[in-house]
């Protein structure tokens, strides 16, 4: 594997060596020194045409934790304004010395142009495009749900899938790449996947992916799912009235005080509430959902760094991707 462009072309055994990886860099982040020299002497440009908080950020720390230097262009403010194409740009950092671009692009397809034609030749890792996919938060999320659920089954969660998981995805799935992504990913991996979302804010088409869909929260999560994944309202890519009225939408789809004050009710105990961020609390999602003890709001930020530490060292380093008997052997940096 050079690049990292979707989560529906990956393999269950590339998707559990990336995981498996993870866990290696998070136990990397929980010592005293906590960089490592892997990458020492490599470039990783972050080429953001979108806003981002947690996916750039990440990346940028992820990258330094492995000893890589780090190059950071944001669309706005750059020669992006005066007309520069994708190609130029593009061109113009490996000219810099870019070992990996990382590229969020509004463009569905942008990172898959970037690694398919032979403007650069630097390894593409996708954060995130239009309404395409986010894959490495799809990756972070199964990493995160992974923890939980063999912390459920009382087992290690290194070299385990999600065979038997539940996840019920709430929202506006026909905007959000992070939904495909993880229907891809965590199907791939054995979880069953049921989508939730009003009629018209589900995309053509869904009725041939691998997932059950439904219209109504309340009875999805009577199937008692392992996990609830509130997706973000994003008004930034409606040109129309998708629901009636913010307090419509809340009532019907949202996690608001009531429906998480039933979740005991409801049997569901060990349930986990996960959001890709960043949240539009009191639309989505309440408060009280969101900074509650079931809440891996937090967690999945922190194993966003670890994940996309395993992503860069994989694709980077020349480590193989295919899965091997052994982990990495991760020596700390004596920088
Ligand atoms: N989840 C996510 O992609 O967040 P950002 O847009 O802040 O990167």
Request: charged share 20%; net charge neutral.
């Amino acid at each position: 594997m050079k690049h990292l462009l979707s989560t529906r072309d990956l393999s269950a055994a590339d998707a559990i060596r990336i995981l498996d990886t993870a866990e290696e860099m998070s136990a990397v982040s929980s010592r005293e020194v906590k960089k490592l020299p892997a990458l020492r002497g490599r470039t990783v440009v972050n080429l953001f045409f979108e806003d981002s908080t947690r996916t750039r950020i990440s990346f940028e720390a992820a990258a330094k934790r492995l000893s890589a230097d780090v190059i950071n262009f944001a669309a706005k403010g750059s020669s992006v304004s005066k007309g520069e194409s994708l190609k130029d740009t593009a061109q113009t950092l490996e000219a810099i010395g870019a070992d990996a671009v990382v590229i969020r692009h509004y463009a569905s397809g942008a990172p898959h142009r970037l690694a398919t034609t032979d403007w650069i030749s630097a390894a593409v890792v996708n954060a995130g495009d239009g309404t395409h996919e986010h894959p490495t938060q799809a990756l972070l999320d199964a990493f995160t749900l992974r923890r939980h659920w063999s912390r459920l089954a009382g087992r290690a969660s290194s070299g385990a899938d999600l065979a038997g998981a539940r996840v019920v995805i709430v929202g506006d799935i026909l905007h959000s790449r992070v939904a495909r992504s993880n229907v891809w990913l965590l199907t791939t991996l054995g979880a069953h996947v049921t989508l939730v979302a009003p009629p018209t804010l589900l995309p053509i088409g869904v009725e041939h992916w691998p997932c059950d869909v439904s219209f109504d929260l309340d009875e999805a999560l009577e199937s008692k799912p392992d996990a609830i994944m509130m997706l973000r309202v994003q008004a930034e890519r409606m040109n129309a009235s998708y629901f009636p009225s913010t307090g419509e939408y809340s009532r019907r789809w949202g996690l608001g005080d009531e429906r998480f004050a039933r979740l005991d009710e409801l049997g569901l105990k060990d349930t986990i509430i996960m959001h890709p961020g960043p949240m539009v609390r009191g639309l989505e999602i309440s408060s009280a959902a969101a900074d509650s003890a079931r809440s891996q709001v937090l967690k999945q930020v922190a194993n966003g760094v670890s994940v996309r530490m395993a992503v860069l060292y994989l694709l980077m380093s020349g480590a193989p991707v295919s899965p091997s008997p052994s982990a990495p052997q991760l020596k700390e940096s004596s920088s």
